[in-house]
């Protein structure tokens, strides 16, 4: 695996409102993403974790184009794509790809899986018919589907199924980065575990490089080579993923790995049940995990922790005053 960033990320930014009215009042805004710095290097998984709310897919929108940062810097293989925004997007595309939540409704209902897979060949690689053929069934191939599949609509295919085909297009046009937002969060967990074995064979076939979205925290510890986690729109801790599930140094991603399910635990740590989420309309001024924190104090209160690595360890980095130890 090279060192070479792939993508990097430079204190981006994504606010949703603001501005003001036609008689001149302020409008809300939310900040959906703040200050988010991370780096992704060439055929490595990285996990991005966190509740929901927490910014996850609108990080990886603005990742694919599909949504514009408000502020920062989004360079792609060298390419910045904020400055670049609306020129060479067929380039962009082809490059990076995006597989959906919903494996269904990311499916034209009216389209049979040849026409939607055919798209990206004939638009982003311009193949003519015969190279086409041969590269849908590579495709199929690749998902563990049959050929004869290719011409049934997406309403005949369970839900695996349609998430495999989503993969596939993906796959079509060659791209070296694919973000895959929930790719499994709504599949059954036989299903779930035959789809992440199939994105592990694929990321080693095609030479690929992902950034991984989910809440799962049991996926995410499967299929990353680091994690970043996420609050209130913020990188609050990230590290190589062995190191933050075994040696977690945020105490939000300690309250996450404690709230999981796992085997051999008899009951579930929980937060107490009159616990306040911070407002996204008036955020505090401090750490946005300050009212939930049971290691907090005025300092925190007053001011935005970086994202800071202990001592002789920049590798794993954690946005918090009073961090646990690394063990």
Do not use: W
């Not at 904020?82 to 380039?91: C, K, P, Q, S, T």
């Not at 190279?131 to 495709?139: D, I, M, N, S």
């Not at 709504?186 to 575990?193: C, E, K, P, R």
């Not at 996450?256 to 051999?264: E, M």
């Amino acid at each position: 695996m090279s060192d070479a960033p792939l993508l990097s990320i430079e204190k981006a930014e994504r606010v949703f409102g603001g501005g003001r009215s036609l008689f001149g009042q302020p409008k809300p805004a939310v900040h959906a993403v703040q200050d988010v710095t991370i780096e992704v290097r060439k055929g490595e998984t990285l996990g991005v974790v966190g509740e929901s709310g927490c910014g996850k897919s609108t990080l990886a929108r603005m990742i694919v184009g599909l949504d514009a940062p408000t502020g920062g810097r989004i360079v792609f293989d060298g390419r910045d794509l904020v400055a670049e925004a609306g020129h060479d997007l067929r380039r962009l595309s082809r490059e990076v790809q995006y597989v959906f939540q919903d494996p269904v409704a990311s499916l034209n209902p009216r389209k049979t899986i040849r026409t939607i897979l055919e798209a990206p060949l004939r638009y982003l690689l311009d193949l003519d018919r015969p190279a086409r053929e041969k590269r849908l069934g590579e495709l199929m191939d690749a998902v563990n589907l049959a050929p004869e599949f290719l011409d049934r609509y997406p309403h005949e295919f369970s839900g695996g199924q349609a998430q495999r085909i989503g993969i596939a297009r993906a796959l079509a046009a060659d791209p070296k980065l694919i973000v895959l937002d929930e790719p499994v969060s709504a599949l059954d967990v036989s299903v779930q575990a035959q789809v992440l074995n199939i994105l592990d064979g694929l990321k080693d076939q095609f030479g690929l490089t992902y950034v991984f979205i989910s809440h799962d925290l049991s996926v995410v510890e499967s299929v990353s080579d680091r994690v970043a986690v996420m609050y209130f729109g913020r990188i609050v801790e990230i590290g190589a993923g062995k190191t933050i599930f075994r040696s977690p140094r945020h105490p939000y991603t300690h309250l996450l790995l404690n709230s999981a399910p796992a085997p051999g635990r008899r009951s579930l740590i929980a937060e107490d049940a009159n616990t306040e989420l911070p407002d996204p309309y008036n955020p505090p001024p401090g750490c946005a995990f300050y009212a939930r924190c049971p290691r907090h104090t005025d300092e925190c209160n007053r001011a935005v922790p970086p994202l800071a690595g202990a001592a002789g360890d920049e590798t794993h980095r954690a946005a918090c005053f009073h961090p646990h130890e690394s063990k």
